[in-house]
């Protein structure tokens, strides 16, 4: 009988025991590291069109360590030809999760006058047609301009930063188009032009739009959504390079 209780009394703690494992190990989750990538140089750099790019690299981390070997590279930046292109890092760490980093490379023809950044004037304005408000653009906003290789050229926003970035809706509400630039004349025409965010585009393009050789100037008014006219002046953007 003796024998009988003391075992009985093992099983209740050993029961017990157990219960207080599950207790204290109750609520605790597995802890999961994450690695973090770091760029070396710009995010966005700018490179001239000929020219051989070379990445100037990252460094990967986590849990401390360096783990700059498992990072997979994806780039198809292509230097022969001018236009914006994206290098893309990331790392998998080994519960499935991935951290990654992006840098952006701009491709230029430096000897091509057009190509670049343009920073529009700030007496750049917008007029409403329905109310005869006029609003100045008040500050300098950059876009850019790219060569599409056949005498046209892709602008990033023809409305020159006023709902982009004035307002802060961001590049979804820039009007990207496609214009053609006369060789003798400067003579500005629009041929195509969309705005991702409202999924519209420009009514047209004034008559009287130009790029200026002597001055590297670009003027133009863009009418949009049947009662705005956005009356720009944009300046070439000096690269340093």
């Known amino acids: 009988m003796k024998k009988n209780i003391l ?60 783990v700059s070997d498992q990072v997979e590279v994806s780039s198809d930046v292509d230097t022969s030809e001018s236009g914006v292109y994206s290098i893309i890092y990331s790392i998998v760490n080994e519960d ?3 951290a990654s980093a992006s840098r952006t490379v701009i491709v230029l023809d ?44 892709f602008v990033d926003d023809l409305l020159a930063g006023w709902y ?6 961001g590049s979804d509400y820039a009007m990207q188009a496609e214009i053609a630039i006369d060789d003798v004349t400067g003579a500005i025409t629009l041929n195509d032009s969309y705005v991702p965010g409202w999924s519209d585009a420009a009514d047209a393009l004034s008559s009287d739009a130009k790029y200026d050789a002597a001055t590297q100037t670009i003027s133009y008014t863009v009418t949009y959504a049947g009662y705005m006219d956005f009356t720009v002046e944009l300046t070439k953007v000096d690269l340093g390079l």
């Open 110 to 153: 430096l000897g091509n006058p057009i190509e670049g950044f343009w920073a529009c004037s700030p007496a750049s304005y917008r007029t409403n047609n329905n109310s005869g408000a006029v609003g100045e653009y008040g500050a300098s906003y950059e876009i850019l301009i790219i060569g599409n290789g056949d005498g046209t050229y």
């Open 164 to 169: 982009a970035q004035k307002a802060g809706y």
């Open 96 to 98: 499935g999760f991935t």
């Open 7 to 66: 075992f009985i009394a093992t099983l209740a703690l050993l029961a017990l025991g157990f219960t207080s494992c599950e207790k204290e190990s109750a609520g605790l989750t597995k802890i999961t590291y994450y690695a973090e990538i770091a760029l070396e140089g710009e995010s966005t750099m700018i490179v001239a069109k000929g020219s051989e790019f070379v990445d100037p690299g990252f460094t990967a981390t986590m849990k401390g360590e360096d």
